[in-house]
């Protein structure tokens, strides 16, 4: 959870950055490189409109029969031949002059914005005109900004020649018109934004708010001032004689620093996040964890057998696999190596001929008994049985089947014991030794009588005997475990090996109980059988 938060906070500071320091920059350039596209028009728009003044005064000039009138100071002339005050007014044009080479009025008219005739001093000769403080059209010196009768004013003029160009100046064709709301109305054609024309009494006064000087064509800031971006235009001694302002561009973009965008950008990120964290989980976390995970488990309970399911087809996935068999081949030699041991325990306790345990095993087992009977809590009892005169059977039958008597002795004494309680051990080289575990010195007396009599019954022939008896017989030692006395093993088969020494030296083919086995409560009627 801290991490999704910690990711949503980040990823906001990120977009915000990038808005405040990249995309709101460059919205912002793109929209002051509008206004400034925008006021370089309307400077273009008034040189247009300045141009196609002065296109209609050289148009005028280079007449012939104008340039004779001129060249004779015909006043009358021209106020008869030269009449077009009408269609001069109707594009705009306040008033007309004809001077003189000396740039003295020859004829001409001027009328203000109601149509009234007026007669500007600024006009009255060429001379006065051209030593004010004017401002020039960059295109032409013969257009000129100036103040008529304190108004705004554009004046075009231009020498009157016989021909294009050429020739001997006859005198100056000159024509003006206000600057107003009306010359910038004609303006807007081809500009979206709404023009205002502004005398010097409704201009701001804030050096900040003019963004553009006409003449100088660099736009000096897009600020607006106002809401509005100022071009003025003043004279050469820099005295503003009026300006223009538009509107600048509206901004189609929110400039607020947060924005539903980012939102949006936020839950993308986020989602591209997740969805690369899934395909990333799925594709190498989980199976590098499967991995892990089936290390350590097998590592800890050193358990192989585990099989993990990788079905991708990276590295990953190949890995789990290859760890898998690697798995499989560990886990297939650890039984291989379980079973041998096993083996070779099992081997190593065991006698090879007869396949009853050995004495090795004895010490183990005497280790492993339950505790009532190592405490003496339960009875139990030790018999030696030592085969009669086997020395002679060897010499006598030959060692081969010596040992065929030693299997059916062993066969014998497994068959009349319990499986799961008592043990056969194949003791010594004809000596074998059983525990009867639970059994008191009367069972135990039992069982060394039946075992004497089972080897009598298979009557296995014995020729070398040095006593009358022709038959394979046992000599067995008994010694019983002493009730509530803790198991001295060595001391328990010492007494039974007392006994059978006691029970050869009565002849053999019998059973001895050993001396201390009496103390255990046992009917003293147990003896040799013969
Ligand atoms: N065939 C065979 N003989 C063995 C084996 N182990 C021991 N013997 C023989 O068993 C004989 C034991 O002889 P002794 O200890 O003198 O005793 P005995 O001849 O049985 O005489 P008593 O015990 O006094 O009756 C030896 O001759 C050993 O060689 C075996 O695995 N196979």
Redesign the pocket.
């Known amino acids: 959870m801290l991490g999704i938060i910690l990711a949503c906070l980040a990823i906001l500071t990120a977009q915000t950055l990038i808005r405040y320091y990249w995309i709101l920059p460059t919205f912002e350039a793109m929209a002051e490189d509008g206004d400034k596209q925008d006021l370089e028009r309307v400077a273009s728009q008034v040189n247009q409109e300045l141009e196609s003044l002065h296109k209609l005064v050289y148009d005028s000039a280079v007449w012939d029969a104008m340039y004779d009138a001129a060249s004779n100071n015909d006043a009358e002339w021209f106020s008869t031949n030269f009449v077009i005050y009408e269609s001069y007014r109707r594009i705009g044009v306040n008033g007309w002059y004809l001077y003189n080479t000396d740039g003295n009025i020859i004829s001409g008219r001027s009328y203000n914005e109601n149509g009234d005739v007026i007669v500007p001093e600024e006009l009255d000769t060429l001379t006065k005109l051209l030593g004010r403080d004017l401002v020039t059209f960059p295109a032409s010196e013969n257009s000129v900004f100036t103040q008529i009768d304190d108004k705004p004013a554009v004046v075009v003029y231009h020498d009157v020649l016989q021909s294009e160009n050429e020739g001997q100046s006859a005198g100056t064709l000159l024509i003006w018109r206000y600057i107003n709301q009306s010359f910038v109305d004609a303006l807007t054609l081809g500009i979206s934004n709404d023009i205002a024309f502004h005398t010097i009494l409704q201009m701001p006064t804030s050096a900040d708010a003019v963004a553009m000087r006409y003449g100088q064509p660099t736009v000096t800031h897009t600020q607006p001032f106002f809401g509005r971006l100022y071009m003025s235009v003043n004279s050469k001694q820099n005295v503003p004689l009026f300006a223009l302002s538009i509107e600048p561009r509206q901004r189609q973009y929110s400039d607020s620093l947060f924005d539903p965008s980012l939102l949006v950008g936020l839950v993308i990120t986020l989602s591209v996040i997740a969805l690369f964290y899934i395909w990333i989980n799925h594709q190498l976390i989980r199976p590098i964890s499967h991995i892990h995970d089936s290390v350590s488990y097998a590592m800890r309970n050193r358990d192989f057998s585990c099989q993990e399911v990788y079905t991708g087809r990276n590295e990953a996935f190949r890995l789990g696999r290859k760890l898998n068999e690697m798995f499989a081949l560990i886990d297939h030699q650890r039984t291989e190596v379980l079973m041998h041991n096993k083996q070779l325990e099992k081997m190593s306790n065991t006698d090879p001929?007869t396949g009853l345990s050995n004495r090795r095993h004895l010490d183990k087992y005497f280790d492993n008994l339950p505790l009532p009977l190592r405490s003496g809590k339960l009875p139990m009892a030790v018999l030696i049985a030592?085969?009669?005169?086997?020395?002679?059977y060897?010499d006598v039958y030959g060692?081969a089947e010596?040992?065929k008597v030693?299997v059916n002795v062993a066969t014998v004494l497994r068959n009349n014991t319990r499986a799961n309680s008592d043990l056969v051990v194949r003791y010594g080289?004809?000596e074998f030794l059983i525990v009867l575990q639970e059994a008191s010195i009367l069972a135990a007396s039992k069982v060394a009588e039946t075992l004497l009599g089972e080897i009598r019954r298979l009557a296995i022939p014995h020729k070398g005997r040095d006593d009358s008896k022709q038959i394979l017989t046992l000599?067995i030692g008994v010694a019983c475990q002493r009730s509530g006395e803790p198991l001295h093993p060595d001391f328990l088969l010492k007494r039974a090996d007392d006994a059978l020494y006691k029970a050869?030296s009565s002849g053999?083919d019998c059973y001895m109980l050993s001396d201390l086995s009496y103390s255990a409560n046992i009917p003293e009627s147990v003896s040799a059988t013969e």
């Open positions: 001929l030592d085969v009669d005169f086997f020395k002679r060897n060692h010596g040992d030693l080289g004809e000599s050869k053999r």
